[in-house]
């Protein structure tokens, strides 16, 4: 079992920057990924970015590159994305999500087997 705790939503406005973090425990050795989702009201899931849990590559969805990074603490097991210039469409609830198994698709959902509790990032105009 792998447990996920996010921190750092808020409210900001747009232009702004936030850093959300997401701490891991439990089953830590047997973590491939750990990625970054998120949810509009009324939207699907969507992935944002995701990093390999040992070798620190990483991916971005087209609509977060060049604004989000996505960055690992392997002695903390924590994991954290830094969102700037942030603009309203990014409003959502931001999920950590980890894998405990390999797979080449780090852009769907299904494919991760672990879940956070989900924490609320709203950017104002």
């Known amino acids: 079992q792998v447990q996920l705790v996010e921190s750092g939503g808020g409210l900001v406005q747009a232009g702004g920057s936030l850093r959300l973090s997401c701490a891991a425990s439990g089953r830590i050795f047997s973590m491939y990924v750990m990625g970054w989702f998120r949810q509009a009201p009324g939207k699907e899931r969507e992935f944002a970015a995701a990093i390999d849990w040992s070798g620190g590559s990483t991916y971005y969805a087209d609509s977060v590159k060049g604004r989000f990074t996505i960055s690992r603490d392997n002695a903390k097991n924590t994991v954290y994305l830094q969102m700037n210039s942030l603009k309203p469409d990014d409003t959502a609830v931001y999920y950590c999500?980890?894998?405990?198994?390999?797979?080449?698709?780090?852009?769907?959902?299904?494919?991760?087997?672990?879940w956070g509790q989900g924490t609320q990032v709203t950017v104002s105009s």
């Open positions: 999500a980890a894998r405990t198994y390999y797979s080449k698709n780090y852009y769907l959902p299904f494919e991760y087997n672990y």
